[in-house]
């Protein structure tokens, strides 16, 4: 039987701040650059952590969607296929250089077998399909690790719409021969085929400094 991990809200997690807890010298130092040293409490510092990794998320999968659309427009589905193969991980990149953190997506029906879960991330990845296969709601989430220097972000993906089962769908229906042709041939590990509108695609995960975070308040 799988070990669920449910998932909550940040106001539920907060049990996991506590008093005891070692600032690292990076993290002082983050404060203390500031032109006001300002009190900080970890629930401020776990809500800004929260914030941020939706704003963060938002703008990948947007930055995402509107570049493949694009692919598409200009190449049709196959293209946009090779253009996601080449660009999609650099895209991720770009944004996680901007803003000092690291973004990427994990999914145990991985197309690409760079998305396949860390250790750290199963659990959670777990969760988020135990709550759809029971028609539960799951909400974004965020963890402490390193000691609490580190926050990790997740947040659901979901197949938004009819856009996506272009190559996510149904082979023979909504999955044409000549796009089978190109996946098979750009990932022959494919696990991301068979998907309907609403279905579970994967999780967001991002890896956010507390450092990074403390610089925001």
């Known amino acids: 039987m799988k070990k669920i991990v449910v998932l909550a809200n940040a106001a539920l997690l907060l049990y996991s701040c506590g008093p005891q807890e070692r600032v690292s010298k990076e993290t002082f130092e983050a404060v203390n650059q500031s032109m006001e040293v300002k009190r900080l409490t970890e629930v401020e510092i776990l809500n800004e952590a929260m914030l941020w990794g939706d704003s963060i998320s938002t703008e990948a999968q947007n930055q995402l969607i509107t570049r493949l659309q694009n692919a598409v427009a200009e190449k049709g589905v196959p293209g946009a296929i090779e253009f996601c193969n080449i660009q999609a991980l650099p895209i991720l990149k770009e944004?996680?250089?901007k803003h000092g953190v690291e973004i990427r997506r994990a999914s145990n029906r991985y197309r690409n077998p760079a998305d396949q879960p860390t250790e750290e991330?199963?659990?959670l990845l777990e969760a988020y399909e135990f709550n759809a296969?029971?028609?539960?709601?799951?909400?974004p989430n965020i963890q402490k690790f390193e000691n609490g220097e580190v926050f990790l972000y997740t947040k659901a993906i979901v197949i938004p719409g009819g856009f996506c089962?272009?190559?996510h769908g149904e082979p023979g229906k909504e999955i044409n021969?000549?796009?089978?042709?190109?996946?098979?041939?750009?990932?022959?590990?494919?696990?991301?085929?068979?998907?309907q509108v609403g279905d579970l695609r994967g999780m967001w995960s991002i890896r956010i400094p507390k450092k990074e975070v403390v610089k925001r308040l």
């Open 95 to 97: 944004v996680s250089q």
């Open 121 to 123: 991330e199963k659990p």
């Open 133 to 139: 296969e029971n028609g539960s709601k799951s909400d």
């Open 165 to 167: 089962l272009s190559c």
């Open 177 to 195: 021969e000549e796009t089978l042709k190109k996946l098979a041939e750009l990932y022959p590990q494919d696990q991301a085929k068979g998907h």
